[in-house]
């Protein structure tokens, strides 16, 4: 029986992230693909410890982890890209609507985030409501651990509390890799597509125990 609701954040309960780089991409002319070789650059340089790991972490901060990415892209206002991306992330009304309406029919609700802790205020506006909706707010910049690593999956289950395995939990991401991680521990795992899809697949867990 499902008895917890653990989601993402930025792609679930916001507007796809994918328009977020976009609108940086347009302003700068920096294509996601760009960033990325530049960050795979920056890890092989560092052997093997991925910058936006490490950010995620809160091991390097994020004015770091901006001068990192700006030695290897050169002067291009790295510095704007949490602007940007703040001004087109937008909040997912329908999953906003869904947790709400869990919450209130008795399931038990974390947020399980892979975050910058520089951003924390930025982003928590986002969602107004955020501690009604959530009980647990787990962010991985303030932990030390990050999705998909097994371990910040048992801190959110530690922190839920009330004895909750991972059998007992849905959990929601729009990144597979963070999905399959939470089935390898016993989870049921939505990978969120778009709304719709998303929003039945979690309901259809959520009853699949009722009864
Ligand atoms: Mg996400």
Redesign the pocket.
């Known amino acids: 029986m499902i008895r917890a609701l653990i989601s993402?954040?930025?792609?679930?309960l916001t507007s796809p992230?994918s328009l977020a780089f976009t609108a940086y991409s347009e302003r700068t002319g920096i294509s996601p693909e760009q960033i990325g070789a530049a960050m795979e650059r920056v890890a092989r340089a560092q052997g093997g410890r991925h910058p936006l790991f490490e950010l995620e972490k809160g091991a390097i901060s994020e004015r770091h982890y901006v001068e990192l990415l700006e030695a290897e892209l050169g002067d291009v206002d790295f510095d704007r890209f949490r602007d940007v991306f703040m001004d087109n992330l937008h909040p997912n009304e329908a999953m906003i609507a869904l947790i709400r309406d869990l919450r209130r029919r008795g399931l038990r609700t974390a947020l399980l985030?892979?975050n910058v802790r520089e951003w924390e205020p930025l982003w928590r506006v986002k969602l107004p409501d955020i501690d009604e909706l959530f009980e647990v707010i787990v962010d991985s910049a303030f932990v030390g651990m990050r999705k998909p690593e097994p371990e910040i999956y048992g801190l959110t289950l530690e922190r839920l509390g009330g004895g909750l395995e991972a059998s007992d939990c849905v959990f929601v991401?729009?990144?597979e890799v963070?999905c399959e991680a939470a089935a390898a521990l016993g989870m049921h795992a939505v990978r969120?597509v778009d709304s719709e899809q998303a929003i039945a697949a979690i309901e259809a867990a959520v009853r699949s125990g009722d009864g």
């Open positions: 993402d954040f930025g792609g679930v992230l985030t892979n991401d729009d990144l963070n969120f």
